[in-house]
């Protein structure tokens, strides 16, 4: 059976967005194979046989279980359309290589010193906290959800204690941005993207509460570049579906801070007070039912020229 699109997922707080996208195939008459803990020995059985395809694959899981990993290879001999392949989301995944490639383009970051893991240098090396400057932020360059992240650092023994609990990643020390404020709002802000689409919030980084950007405040402050930033993005790290942060300074310059999340929490706003508005969720459901119904008209088209051309 060749399936319209699959969706790996493991998370129980993507229920939500899972049964919109049921309910948008099933109006427009598409199959979908829902992938998750319950089913995934089952579908990995049947894959085995060959008795499934697909011609879009979302992986929202392979970060979680090592067994989605095999998902996504499956995907990929059956010539899927992959939303997010692996090999480009595990390279986005690390923020020390993103920072990198961000700066080659001319992406402003904030000033970063890349630490080596623990585990292959233990010895702290000297650090100029000049630019750095105090406090400062610790991360890991792997893990999100802010997993071993330190806001308010200044110490080089809280730097050591913080590259312990990841011994074998690297980690980054950040300089501290403060954003100006803009009315009501602190001009921090998380831009979502899809396939081209963007959608940019103010970003509440204390509630993570996520409030629309209006088109009226879009362009008296100058904000279209934030969707040009992240259409930067995507041709940087390769991938069709993230949300990144990005804090405007008195400086006037747009710094990436959060520079991809994926998965990208698609919670309905309905269902928590920090989800994701449900227009956007909606919107993110709409945009994936038109790219399946491509990919299908797409695959028709070939299979009439194979045979009557």
Known sequence: MKYDLC???????????????????????????????????????????????????????????????????????????????????????????????????GLYVPHTIILSPIKSEPELPIIDFTALGRPFIIKPAHGGGGDGVIIGSGSEMQIQSARMQFPGDYYLLQQKIVPIQIGNHAAWFRVIYFYGRTFVFWWATDSHIYTAVSADDEVQNGLSRLRE????????????????????????????????????????????????????????????????????????????LRYFS
């Open 7 to 105: 969706i790996a997922w493991t998370w129980s707080f993507d229920a939500d967005f899972i049964q919109l996208v049921q309910d948008a195939f099933a109006a427009e008459s598409l199959n979908l194979l829902s992938v998750n803990l319950e089913n995934i020995d089952d579908v990995l059985l049947r894959v085995q046989r060959k008795e499934i395809r697909c011609r879009i694959f979302l992986d929202r899981a392979s970060d979680a279980d090592e067994r989605f990993v095999d998902m996504d290879a499956w995907a990929k001999r059956c010539r899927a359309l992959r939303i997010n392949p692996l090999e480009h989301a595990k390279r986005a995944w690390n923020k020390a290589t993103m920072h990198l490639d961000f700066i080659a383009v």
């Open 229 to 304: 930033i992240a259409r930067m993005i995507s041709k940087i790290c390769r991938l069709d579906l993230f949300s990144t942060e990005i804090a405007l300074t008195s400086e006037g310059k747009f710094v990436v801070i959060d520079y991809i999340n994926d998965p990208i929490d698609l919670r309905l706003k309905s269902k928590t007070h920090d989800g994701v508005p449900d227009d956007v969720v909606q919107k993110i459901v709409s945009e994936l039912v038109c790219q399946t119904k491509k990919t299908q008209k797409f695959s028709i088209r070939k299979l009439f």
